[in-house]
């Protein structure tokens, strides 16, 4: 994992949670927590992916460890925050960042494809916050950061169970803001355009495209690289953003969508 030189470590003695540790955009996240000194749980549903993640940062000579869990089911959300509790005592940042996309519009996609699609990208948040808020109330605070899409800002064809689910994703991340920021949880998203991982090349290459197709359609020259989106996340669960609340932030190189 390719780490700026010079981090800060503004996340020492703190637990951070990622959900969706051992893809393209999670793996980032936990590299980039660990290495700014944070002891970090990584989850996936992906255990082989998860441990990989984990042996980077022990290697790097960072502090992680991995859970195995599904959070499709919300008993899987519960048993995480309930591990991180009785193994670490306290979790101060929790990055919901697990996603799925089915692909095709209402008529190619079926039931299952939409149900799986609420449960993955919007239910887990709800029970991994609902295990983690008295947690992080208790202790004075917290932060959480969750991965939505610029998708779930600007609808665009093609794509309706993915792009529903990030729109309630940026929705549901302003209403928790909203609902707890009096007691010091702070809770923001990242809504990135394209970013180079496996979730987007498998998508490229299923529509016969490339990844300098994408290139060219960013004002920037380039769709954008997983640690640059894990720099935001980071950012956005420090104490730097201590006045940010409720904001989704953008990450596009000036994409436009809509
Ligand atoms: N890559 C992009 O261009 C892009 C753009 C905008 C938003 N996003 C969002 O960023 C996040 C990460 O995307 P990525 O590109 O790294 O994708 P990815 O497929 O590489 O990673 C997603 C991870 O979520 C995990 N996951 C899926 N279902 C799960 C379940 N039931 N339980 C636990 N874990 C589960 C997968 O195993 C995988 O490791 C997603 O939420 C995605 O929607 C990605």
């Not at 290459?205 to 894990?230: M, Q, T």
Request: glycine letters at 10%; charged letters at 20%; a neutral charge.
């Amino acid at each position: 994992m390719h780490l700026p030189p010079h981090l800060p470590r503004r996340f020492i003695d703190r637990t951070v949670v990622v959900a969706g540790a051992a893809g393209g955009i999670g793996a980032a996240i936990c590299s980039r927590f660990a290495a700014e000194g944070a002891r970090v749980v990584t989850t996936d549903v992906n255990a082989k992916g998860a441990a990989e993640t984990v042996a980077r940062i022990l290697a790097d000579g960072g502090k992680a460890r991995a859970l195995a869990s599904d959070i499709a089911a919300p008993e899987g959300c519960a048993a995480i925050i309930g591990d991180v509790i009785a193994t670490e005592g306290r979790i101060d940042v929790l990055c919901n960042n697990a996603g799925i996309n089915r692909r095709g519009d209402l008529l190619s996609l079926t039931p299952e494809d939409w149900r799986l699609s609420f449960a993955v990208n919007l239910d887990a948040m709800f029970h991994l916050c609902r295990a983690a808020l008295p947690h992080m109330i208790a202790a004075g605070g917290g932060a959480i950061v969750n991965t939505a899409s610029q998708w779930g800002l600007h609808p665009a064809p093609g794509h309706i169970a993915y792009y529903v689910t990030q729109a309630a994703v940026a929705s549901f991340t302003q209403n928790l803001a909203r609902d707890h920021a009096s007691q010091q949880i702070r809770v923001n998203a990242v809504c990135p355009g394209e970013i180079h991982t496996p979730m987007l090349e498998a998508g490229v290459k299923r529509a016969g495209r490339s990844i300098a197709d994408l290139d060219r359609l960013v004002p920037l020259g380039r769709i954008g690289r997983p640690g640059e989106v894990a720099a935001l996340v980071a950012f956005l669960a420090s104490e730097e953003a201590a006045f940010i609340c409720g904001s989704l932030v953008e990450i596009t190189g000036a994409r436009a969508v809509a």
